[in-house]
């Protein structure tokens, strides 16, 4: 089973959350001889942002043009994000709630992928069909603030908007989410909070090894 994880934090573990969730998924799932894993990191890989000049090589492309090298880099970028995606069976989101969303350079990750013809298509009535029914997504979220009770819950668009993108418009099954949540708010407790939260993130490692085995 092929395994993408999207590591979407460039802080140390030392400092945060959701890359220390990272790491110790990563290392609960080393040696599985049944997982080929690759990693995508948001942070490292050369990600420009979505834009005009990305349109652009699109209509050149169909008109034959001559690209910029801007316009290559951009186009490369976005392929190779649909590739790893394309590949995965399995993928694996680890990322912050940063000022109630996602990080910048994830959003542009998913601004690559998030293609009519690739993700999802209409049909001749106008209906949406999900194209990424066969794959399934697990969630590694981190957030200081604590957004799941109702009144806040709304605020949060970071797991909502990911899970609205890859369930709802993607179609895949979100298999497991882990949310480590408040220990920011509650610093008297953010030991005991984080120490819970990547127990449960080994767990949901040891899930996906027992059930590709």
Do not use: C
């Not at 400092?15 to 080393?30: L, N, V, Y």
């Not at 990322?95 to 690739?118: E, M, Q, R, S």
């Amino acid at each position: 089973m092929n395994v993408l994880v999207v590591k979407a934090n460039n802080r140390p573990a030392s400092e945060a959350i959701s890359s220390r969730m990272f790491e110790t998924f990563m290392e609960e799932i080393k040696g599985a001889e049944n997982l080929n894993v690759s990693v995508y990191d948001v942070y490292e890989e050369d990600t420009p942002y979505f834009g005009q000049e990305l349109f652009n090589a699109f209509g050149k492309l169909q008109n034959g043009g001559e690209l910029t090298d801007n316009e290559q880099r951009l186009l490369n970028a976005k392929q190779k994000a649909m590739d790893a995606l394309t590949a995965a069976d399995v993928v694996v989101f680890a990322f912050p709630l940063w000022n109630l969303t996602i990080p910048a350079k994830l959003h542009t990750f998913i601004d690559y992928v998030y293609a009519a013809g690739f993700a999802f298509k209409y049909d001749a009535e106008g209906n949406m069909i999900q194209l990424m029914t066969d794959k399934k997504a697990i969630f590694l979220n981190a957030r200081g603030g604590v957004y799941s009770t109702p009144e806040a819950a709304p605020m949060d668009m970071g797991v909502n908007y990911m899970r609205n993108v890859f369930g709802g418009v993607f179609g895949m099954e979100i298999v497991d989410e882990v949310i480590i949540e408040g220990h920011n708010a509650m610093p008297d407790k953010a030991q005991e909070i984080v120490a819970e939260g990547l127990e449960k993130v080994k767990e949901a490692a040891k899930k996906l090894v027992a059930v590709t085995a």
